[in-house]
């Protein structure tokens, strides 16, 4: 489990902190000793898109590490200043250059393994130009039949995937929640 244990120093002074549980807390959270700064860790969020053109979905290849050449959805961390919806455009656009309009919040995945949460949105692309940024080696369309199960970055992608395909043929679209162990 992720313990969340990643700040070493205070933001705020620069001392050292301290693991310790504050009063009227629960849980250790880093505690500075010098100025008393409570420094809350939270989970980060990974924002994408399912772009869809037709009856094919958009995939990128990575460019950077983890996972270094293999297939995922437009996605990644969500910035301050953004919501989930502006994040995920931004993601899809920076990624893969796509043209694309929300259809929906689609997956909400609880990673808690590693201290993140992932929200997919449906997307219908508006046109089949793409324009792959720096962290992405490839980007192209897959009809179901073809997607590269065995060379998916993330458990995420999969999971949403799977359910993206089941819902189609279903005829009928949900919001999905799941935890990824």
């Known amino acids: 489990m992720f313990t969340g244990r990643t700040i070493v120093h205070c933001r705020a002074c620069g001392t050292k902190v301290n693991y310790v549980v504050p009063a009227d807390d629960n849980r250790p959270r880093a505690v500075c000793p010098h100025c ?8 980060l969020n990974v924002v994408g898109t399912v772009p869809v053109w037709q009856d094919q979905v958009l995939l990128c290849k990575r460019a950077i590490e983890p996972r270094y050449g293999l297939w995922t959805l437009p996605a990644g961390f969500m910035e301050l200043g953004e919501t989930l919806a502006e994040g995920a455009l931004r993601e899809t656009d920076e990624e893969a250059g796509a043209h694309v309009e929300l259809e929906g919040l689609f997956t909400v995945l609880n ?10 949105y449906r997307a ?34 999969r999971e949403t995937l799977i359910r993206y395909f089941a819902d189609r043929k279903a005829g009928q679209f949900s919001i999905h929640c799941a935890d990824i162990a």
Do not use: C, K
């Open 36 to 43: 008393a700064t409570i420094h809350y860790e939270n989970p």
């Open 111 to 120: 990673v808690v393994r590693v201290g993140q949460v992932h929200f997919f």
């Open 124 to 157: 219908r692309m508006t046109d089949t130009h793409l324009n792959p940024g720096s962290e992405t080696l490839e980007a192209r369309l897959f009809r179901e039949d073809e997607i590269p199960w065995d060379e998916l970055a993330f458990r995420t992608v």
